[in-house]
């Protein structure tokens, strides 16, 4: 992987990461588009490690006021969102700790899984346009962890984390800006949490990865960059557009991946 290539997939995992089209699917299509094989999941980390900090530096001053309430120790509105927060990331962690070896297999496979679950991703997104639930005035915890259920399956690539995530926040009535903001603070711990051990695995290293340390860092820059953007853009159309239009692009890439290429 050249610096370049390495750039090019960094900026399409930073663009990716906070729409609901799926980063990793992406990421394994571009691979596919410059000819690059590799089961080695550095890159992979690295590039989500860099989204992740772009995220906090968007949300800093809610991080910075969620931490300060916690700290508190009181039963507070921000104690209850952060333990929330908490309980979505138990399905993930269950993944992580148990399917590690699985998932990593999968990103393996090729384009047509990531196509098949591009579909899926549509599905999921075009039913958010069709159902229509009562809303709740504030996340509830039940929603907390079915929305954490949808983060644990979207570690297969081509289901969107932020698609899934945000999709089954709308179809349990959870309102537009709210399922945004917690879709993007909850994936925080999991994805630095599994940069760290595998830091500490020894796993994380240049050599190990077979890529050059300038292609990693320019992949790292581009996806902090592209992240930033994104994550801003993502909030505004959450907000304000329809994401039948990302089912559409979705279920579009899906064929075009199964039968193309």
Known sequence: ??????????LLQGLTEFLPVSSSGHLIIGKELFGIESRNMVFE????????LSTITVFRKEILNLGMKFFQFKWNSETQYVL???LSMLPVLVVGLFFKDTVTEL?????????????VTALLLTLTHFVKFKQQKTISYTSAFVIGLAQALAVLPGLSRSGSTIATGLLMGV?????????????LIPILGEAFLEMLGGEFSFASSGISPIALISGFIAAYGAGFAACKLMIGIVKRTKLIWFALYCAIMGIISIFFL
Request: overall charge neutral.
């Open 45 to 52: 980390v690295l590039v989500h490690a860099a989204t992740v």
């Open 107 to 119: 990103f393996g496979e090729g384009v047509r899984l990531v196509g098949i679950m591009l579909l």
């Open 84 to 86: 929330k927060i908490f």
């Open 175 to 187: 309102k537009k800006e709210e399922v945004a903001q917690f879709s993007f603070l909850m994936v």
């Open 1 to 10: 992987m050249t610096w370049f290539e390495a750039f090019i997939l960094g």
